[in-house]
Every structure is written in C-alpha cells, then in structure tokens.
C-alpha cells in the first residue's frame, strides 16, 4: 500500500515537457547529389481510357421472338 502511494506521487510530480514546435535548422549542411536513370518529362495531356463495355447490350430480339411464337403455336 505504501508502495501504491509512494508511486502516484512519483506520478503526479513529473509531468513530461512538450515543445509546440520543433524547428531543425540545415543551413550548415549543403547536400548536392547527381540523378541517374531515365529523363522525366511533364505529361500534361492523357488519353481517354476506352473499357470495353461489361454488359452486352441486345439489339435484335428477332431470334427470340421466333422462339415464342413457336411455342405458342
């Protein structure tokens, strides 16, 4: 029990300090490096993607009328 209270006052007497803002300051170090590999080039205008449709849309239903007119006969 002592324990208990020996530790939550521990506890409440440190309270960790937090800086807002953290600021690193690189003036001092100049860091220059050469880029190999291929150029890169803006692209500014892409092609339209063109999907092929997923559902194939009837426009004949001459096939299928035959059918049920002979079914009705």
Known sequence: MILA???LALAAET???VHPVTE???EELDVTALR???PITLITE???PN???ML???TNFDDQTQS???EVK
Request: glycine content about 4%; overall charge positive.
């Open 36 to 38: 190999d590999g291929a």
């Open 24 to 26: 690193i300051d690189f």
């Open 51 to 53: 999907f092929p449709p």
């Open 15 to 17: 309270q960790p300090t």
């Open 68 to 70: 049920e007119v002979n």
């Open 46 to 48: 892409r092609p339209k």
């Open 56 to 58: 194939k849309i009837r």
């Open 5 to 7: 209270l020996f530790t």
